[in-house]
């Protein structure tokens, strides 16, 4: 039985994490599912981990876009990074899909393929929403079409996730002071009010949902705006309907 690929995106400060992705891995957990944190392997060892360890230690595999390893990380601590060097949209639109690329090529497919579950913290959903804005800020277009046609974005839309999970908040002041509380700070350039105030309609727009569901990608709307706990409570509803394992007897 092939795995199931779950992805969590959306404005920064939404509680993609907190009020998403960690119950997903809390409700595994119950069920007696092994999770493999493969962002504290990144950490320690700036490569993926190797496959054979994944096999034989982990029903569930936790992973972020961009990872923090090889280009990924040149990706967060420089090329999104608050300094002072600017690189163009599709730059960092390359270097995200090839990151990307590797990462499903060594790590996401064979695993999904031998039926582990993978929970994701961003994607390609990211970079067509991040990339083109990025590139509308300064006067031109870079459209969906063309970010999906990068070689290594064309690859990995070839293989559709299976879930995609957007949460949802009205107020993006009450997203950026969640940020600002957050004990990590990725420190980037996106992180910024104006930045993620014209994001957010892209990711509610329908031609964002037609591009997944087009493939066959189930893109579901959460609404993040209110408590942590009812965040919660709705991330542990949509794990007991699409994420659940049930044995047949």
Excluded at 76 to 89: D, G, H, L, T, V
Excluded at 177 to 202: G, T, V, Y
């Amino acid at each position: 039985m092939k795995g199931k690929f779950v992805v969590v995106d959306g404005i920064d400060g939404v509680g993609k994490a907190k009020g998403f992705l960690d119950v997903f891995i809390e409700e595994a957990r119950k069920e007696g599912k092994r999770i493999f944190d493969v962002h504290e392997f990144w950490k320690t060892h700036d490569y993926h981990p190797p496959l054979q360890d994944i096999l034989a230690q982990a029903d569930v595999l936790y992973t972020s876009e961009p990872t923090f390893a090889g280009i990924g990380r040149y990706i967060r601590e420089e090329m999104i990074f608050k300094n002072q060097r600017n690189y163009s949209p599709e730059a960092v639109a390359q270097a995200y899909a090839l990151d990307r690329h590797i990462l499903y090529e060594q790590l996401l497919l064979p695993c999904l393929q031998v039926g582990k579950d993978i929970y994701q913290s961003r994607s390609l959903s990211t970079s067509i929403v991040y990339q083109r804005q990025s590139a509308l800020d300064q006067g031109r277009e870079f459209s969906i079409k063309d970010i999906l046609a990068i070689p290594g974005n064309a690859f990995c839309y070839r293989h559709p996730m299976d879930h995609l999970v957007i949460p949802t908040i009205t107020n993006v002041e009450q997203a950026l002071e969640r940020l600002a509380q957050r004990e990590k700070d990725d420190q980037s350039k996106f992180e910024n009010f104006e930045f993620q105030l014209r994001i957010k309609p892209h990711y509610e727009s329908q031609e964002f949902r037609d591009v997944f569901e087009s493939v066959g990608t189930t893109v579901t709307y959460l609404d993040a705006g209110q408590t942590l706990d009812y965040s919660q409570q709705q991330a542990r509803e949509f794990y007991g309907k699409y994420l659940r394992r049930i044995e047949n007897i």
